[in-house]
Nanobody, 126 residues
Framework: EVQVVESGGGLVQTGGSLRLSCAASGFTFDYWAIGWFRQAPGKERESVSHISSSRNSPYHADSVKGRFTISSDNAKDTVTVYLQMNSLKPEDTAVYYC?????????????????WGQGTQVTVSS
């Protein structure tokens, strides 16, 4: 079974940067889709950034475009996806979740993903 583990959250001031990591292992095939979602207090979970093993056309939500960058790194049995977050704003404060699926295309909707991590808190102070 695919396991997904996030890390890298924390507290940062407005305008600062953080890098989140998502380590995913256990894929049956050598292709995958991995993405980030976030959920702020009192709000629904929203799609943030997504990438697939073909690395074509990663997706970024309009709210983070130009500030967040998603990238990936393949090791022997583990795929690590990074979310570099720059120029952070208080409205970026949320629990960030990593999700994965064993498919080679960019996915953007929650229902498309099969495996989820526990989430990591990102807090941006004003």
């Amino acid at each position: 079974e695919v396991q997904v583990v996030e890390s890298g959250g924390g507290l940062v001031q407005t305008g600062g940067s953080l890098r989140l990591s998502c380590a995913a292992s256990g894929f049956t095939f050598d292709y995958w889709a991995i993405g980030w979602f976030r959920q702020a207090p009192g709000k629904e979970r929203e799609s943030v950034s997504h990438i697939s093993s073909s690395r074509n056309s990663p997706y970024h939500a309009d709210s983070v475009k130009g500030r967040f960058t998603i990238s990936s790194d393949n090791a022997k049995d583990t795929v690590t996806v990074y979310l570099q977050m720059n120029s952070l704003k208080p409205e970026d404060t949320a629990v960030y979740y990593c999700a994965a699926a064993n498919i080679d295309r960019v996915l953007t909707a929650e229902y498309e993903y099969d495996y989820w991590g526990q989430g990591t808190q990102v807090t941006v102070s004003s």
